[in-house]
């Protein structure tokens, strides 16, 4: 899970406040900011059974970057998927 600024995402994000009361989710599990992932700094999955997935609190230039970042390093590993289920 990346977020665009995890202090947003911790105080305002209500799908992830909700998912975290109700047990599904836990904050710890934002790996990094946006920021990260963009620069290269960030992990991405560490399995196939792992899917990455962004968290944007309005920032609608962050979530482009993700985005663009999201799917260079797809296609770099030889594994974009479009697949939507």
Do not use: N
Not at 24 to 31: K, L, M, P, S, Y
Not at 34 to 56: H, I, K, Q
Not at 57 to 65: L, M, N, Q, R, T
Request: charged share 25%; with cysteine.
């Amino acid at each position: 899970m990346f977020v665009d600024a995890p202090t947003t995402a911790r105080a305002e994000k209500g799908e992830l406040l909700i998912a975290e009361r109700e047990g599904a989710f836990d904050v710890g599990d934002v790996r990094a900011e946006l920021g990260a992932v963009v620069a290269g700094g960030a992990g991405w999955r560490r399995g196939p059974d792992e899917r990455t997935l962004y968290a944007s609190c309005g920032s609608a230039i962050e979530a482009f970057g993700a985005a663009v970042a999201a799917l260079s390093h797809a296609f770099q590993r030889g594994s974009a998927d479009f697949t939507f289920s």
